[in-house]
């Protein structure tokens, strides 16, 4: 069994252990925890909910995603589990009703939700991801939905456009920008336009100059902007929230 965790908590502080703490007592050892992405732009459901859409593919048949970029905890947000079938995938995301798990949901060829109704004895007002959403993540990676925790709902009550998404929405370590634009609808010979400046496609970082800017397809399928052996971010200005413009 597997669980991926996806969060805004950062990977130094405290919040993460605890949460891997707390699927471990419920699922015992033979759980599979994987750190999809810890770092995810902070409090922003948005992009956090393109970046899982395209993020998801990558792992197989059976993950459940504890997904919990959360801003809202503790408010009236619901907190949701998604059942989720993609390309022959079967598929669980555990986390808050805010627009977060709604891309992929409105993406997937067939999509269950359901309503967390349990609680557990201790919960904090301010840490859901520990107290809630990892044992509900847990007992599913077991193979358990057990009907008194969760009731199926019509539909999730925070629902974002699933449309693709012209922005920066992640921008890792080598300051390569990741877009929400998914690279199948984007023409090879596009020319983007982002922070003023204008970029081309190129197949591979190698097949242009050291230091040129351009795009390409990356790994999971999203348009992305890079430059060759430097950062995007130092020499474009890119950060998350910059439009991203098609041009002919």
Same mark, same amino acid.
């Given at each position: 069994?597997?669980? /991926? ?32 992405? #810890? ?5 922003? !459901?948005?992009? /956090? /909910? #393109? ?24 408010? !009236? ?14 598929? +669980? ?28 004895? !201790? ?91 351009? +795009? ?33």
């Amino acid at each position: 069994m597997m669980i /991926a965790l996806f969060t805004d908590f950062g990977a130094d502080d405290i919040y993460v252990g605890q949460m891997k703490a707390a699927l471990l007592s419920y699922a015992g050892c033979d759980v599979h925890l994987v750190d999809a992405l #810890h770092n995810v732009p902070d409090y922003d !459901a948005r992009a /956090a /909910a #393109h970046l899982l859409a395209a993020l998801h593919g990558a792992y197989p048949d059976g993950t459940v995603f504890l997904a919990v970029v959360d801003p809202g905890v503790g408010s !009236a947000r619901e907190p949701v589990a998604v059942m989720t079938q993609v390309d022959g995938k079967t598929q +669980w995301f555990v986390g808050p009703d805010n627009g977060l798990l709604s891309v992929i949901a409105a993406r997937a060829s067939r999509a269950k939700t359901f309503r967390i109704a349990w609680r557990p004895a !201790a919960l904090s007002a301010s840490f859901h991801g520990r107290d809630l959403f990892a044992p509900v993540a847990a007992w599913l990676a077991s193979g358990e939905a057990p009907a008194d925790k969760l009731e199926e709902t019509g539909a999730l009550r925070v629902q974002l456009d699933a449309g693709d998404l012209a922005e920066i929405i992640y921008v890792d370590h080598y300051g390569n920008a990741l877009t929400g634009m998914r690279a199948a609808a984007v023409a090879d010979d596009a020319r983007l336009r982002v922070a003023q400046t204008e970029v081309t496609r190129a197949r591979v970082f190698s097949d242009v100059p050291e230091g040129q800017a351009f +795009w390409y397809v990356n790994s999971i399928g999203l348009v992305e902007i890079a430059v060759n052996r430097g950062s995007a971010t130092a020499q474009l200005g890119l950060r998350p929230g910059h439009v991203v413009e098609v041009l002919a």
